[in-house]
């Protein structure tokens, strides 16, 4: 099993629509989460950090469920521009050091 | 600040060749990292310094080396190509672990291993 898991679509939502995704985690000792975005041919770049108490910022949502090991990112009133692939990263703690490690990726694409 | 810079941006290489694949940062970061990313994989991590003069590996260590002599730069070198490093490279830093603080990512270097 993967240590972070991602479905990884694509997802095709009309503009507008609310889109969320979901993403798995295998090491419950994990403490720290992040939803990256990653457009084309780019860089990923920090989109949120992920709270215990859940948190928002703008249009989007993030949140932990610690119980079942997912995190979870919705978008809402989504716009073309929110179109690009979603990377989710989770600090592993193996043999007490500490590495983020990411997901493969949701590809999200949004249609006119 | 320019960020996280590497370089170059393309490299074709034959199979058995080296090169160094530049990264420098100049925010003073202390956690350096390479990431490796390929189609349905996500990121891999391949290398990781927590300061100058510290590495250690990551999870796709093997055929690489890396070294940090000072906290702006960290070299990945590939010490004899081989068509499965074909890749996009990444090198990421952020101001301590890397674990609960920002990592910022450089543009990436695209390598082909023919």
């Known amino acids: 099993r993967k240590e972070v898991e991602q479905d990884p679509g694509p997802f095709n939502v009309p503009e507008g629509a609310t889109v969320a995704f979901n993403c798995t985690y295998s090491?419950?000792?994990?403490?720290?989460f992040f939803w990256y975005r990653q457009d084309c041919r780019k860089e990923p770049k920090l989109l949120m950090s992920?709270?215990?108490s859940g948190n928002e910022d703008g249009r989007f949502t993030a949140q932990l469920n610690r119980a079942s090991q997912y995190i979870s990112l919705l978008i809402r009133d989504s716009k073309l521009s929110d179109s690009a692939t979603y990377l989710c990263?989770?600090?592993?703690?193996?043999?007490?050091?500490?590495?983020?490690?990411f997901g493969t990726g949701t590809r999200l694409t949004i249609i006119p | 600040n320019a960020g996280v810079t590497q370089t170059p941006k393309f490299q074709v290489l034959k199979t058995g060749q080296s090169m160094t694949l530049q990264c420098a940062q100049d925010?003073?970061?202390?956690?350096m990292s390479w990431y490796r990313q390929d189609p349905g994989m996500g990121l891999r991590l391949i290398h990781y310094?927590?300061?100058?003069?510290?590495?250690d590996q990551g999870e796709v260590p093997n055929g690489y080396n890396v070294s940090r002599s000072t906290t702006e730069d960290f070299p990945l070198r590939l010490l004899s190509a081989a068509p499965s490093q074909t890749s996009v490279y990444f090198c990421?830093?952020?101001?301590?672990?890397?674990?609960?603080?920002?990592?910022?990512f450089g543009p990436g270097t695209r390598l082909t291993v023919l």
């Open positions: 990421a830093s952020s101001y301590t672990s890397g674990s609960t603080d920002t990592q910022y």
């Open positions: 090491n419950s000792a994990s403490q720290s």
């Open positions: 992920v709270y215990s």
């Open positions: 990263a989770v600090n592993m703690k193996n043999f007490g050091n500490e590495k983020l490690t």
């Open positions: 925010m003073n970061h202390e956690y």
């Open positions: 310094s927590v300061g100058a003069g510290i590495t």
